[in-house]
């Protein structure tokens, strides 16, 4: 079980991450000269080193000479990394970036950057070289899809998995002694229906007690199960309440899949997308639920960078509520007279000047943060829980269009 803190620490993670791989996809090399390296937590620092030099030795037959100078420094800056660590990466695996990207005006600035331990395992290694670097796979990490179980069955075979953010896991497979429709002559016609049942009954209960295994003890960190089949099959199986009464609960969608092998589990999670779509934002949209009944109905929420700041320093926020959109910095500004006032402006752009509002005196600037780590830092001293909304829904558009992207939840109402 995961604590509140252990949760925080982890989005602001995240957050970091999505940071870097933003920055890292504006990226572009003039040739195919920017090296990306996935290595998994159970690969050989010392195979990796070998798999780079011998890249590099490679690269000696790139023709354009500015293109294999650039291919080969970036590796000499990779393989000097990888010196950091010991015979193998940490948890999770590292990712490492490396190349000479276009600056403008046709100069290039050499980039290399190294992610270890991201939120969830490398599966296996890569290399890449291209003129963008490969952060697809990171972002598919840090979607937040969850834990789902996975259940596809028909009467001759069933397979039982996870869907862990997107990636499918089959765990467990069975099958069926379940006759065909075709008796076996001497038989007698309603002795063959009824072991036929019988047999169709036996292996739902199998099929269950997989399931009930894998997902029971999971089941408050599951988002949902999805259960895939023919008709009438996994009606059958759901109707007769075959799952553990817990379980029963947690299935949020059936779906028409054809195959029940494992290739089934992926195209059940394919089917599921539209539903997927939906948990995801589920929690973020209870949310900006209980943020606008509070707003309408009394004063325990506040919006916008300053009053949600002052709140967050009295302690009195119970949530900050931040969208996931949100690229802005704070800058800070004293004024002669020694007020320090706030500015949020877009990251792309300089820093705009300030006049004090209390004095009339121009301020000068005297620090400038990402306005998510400035906030999101606050709410560690006070112990404020911090929730990152997403704007694939109504509400969490609202909170990015009209909220400036900031919003708390109070624990009492301060009248700020
Ligand atoms: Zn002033």
Redesign the pocket.
């Known amino acids: 079980m995961s604590t509140d803190a252990g949760d925080a620490n982890e989005d602001r993670r995240k957050y970091e991450f999505r940071k870097v791989i933003e920055e890292l996809d504006d990226y572009e090399g003039s040739g195919t000269q920017l090296v990306t390296i996935y290595i998994p937590d159970d690969k050989q620092i010392s195979d990796v080193v070998a798999h780079v030099t011998q890249e590099h030795s490679e690269a000696s037959n790139i023709k354009s000479k500015q293109t294999r100078t650039n291919v080969q420094d970036a590796l000499t800056s990779i393989k000097d990394r990888l010196r950091y660590y010991d015979t193998f990466p940490p948890d999770n695996g590292i990712v490492i970036f490396s190349g000479a990207v276009n600056s403008g005006g046709g100069q290039t600035d050499m980039v290399t950057r190294v992610l270890d331990s991201p939120p969830e395992p490398i599966q296996s290694f890569r290399y890449h070289c291209d003129s963008n670097f490969l952060t697809q796979p990171l972002e598919d990490m840090l979607s937040d899809k969850g834990l789902f179980g996975l259940i596809v069955l028909d009467r001759r075979e069933a397979n039982v998995g996870w869907l862990r953010g997107k990636r499918v896991e089959p765990v467990k497979s069975a099958s069926s002694l379940v006759p065909g429709k075709q008796r076996k002559g001497g038989q007698s016609a309603q002795r063959f229906a009824r072991l036929r049942l019988e047999a169709i009954d036996n292996f739902y209960q199998e099929v269950a007690g997989m399931a009930n295994d894998l997902f029971v003890p999971e089941r408050h960190e599951m988002g949902g199960i999805l259960v895939g089949g023919p008709s009438p099959t996994k009606d059958e199986f759901l109707d007769g309440d075959y799952l553990h009464h817990e379980l029963g609960d947690l299935v949020v969608g059936k779906f028409d899949v054809s195959y029940t092998d494992e290739s089934g589990l992926y195209d059940l999670v394919d089917a599921a997308q539209e539903v997927l779509a939906d948990q995801e934002v589920m929690k973020d949209k209870s949310q900006m639920e209980e943020f606008f009944e509070k707003l309408h109905t009394g004063e325990q929420a506040t919006y916008g960078f300053g009053p949600t700041r002052k709140n967050l320093i009295m302690g009195s926020v119970d949530r900050l509520l931040l969208s996931e959109d949100l690229r802005s910095d704070v800058v800070v500004y004293e ?5 320090e006032e706030y500015e949020v402006v877009d990251r792309r752009h300089g820093d705009p000047g300030h006049d ?1 509002t ?4 121009e ?1 000068e600037k005297t620090d400038r943060e990402d306005v998510i780590e400035h906030l999101m830092e606050i709410a560690e001293q006070r112990g404020t829980e911090t929730k990152f909304i997403s704007t694939d829904f109504e509400k969490g558009e609202q909170l990015y269009d009209a909220f400036g992207g900031v919003a708390g939840i109070l624990r009492y109402s301060t009248g700020v």
């Not at 004024?335 to 007020?339: A, F, I, L, S």
């Not at 209390?358 to 005196?361: A, N």
Request: charged share 20%; net charge negative; proline share 9%.
């Open positions: 004024c002669p007279n020694g007020h004090c209390e004095c009339g005196e301020a």
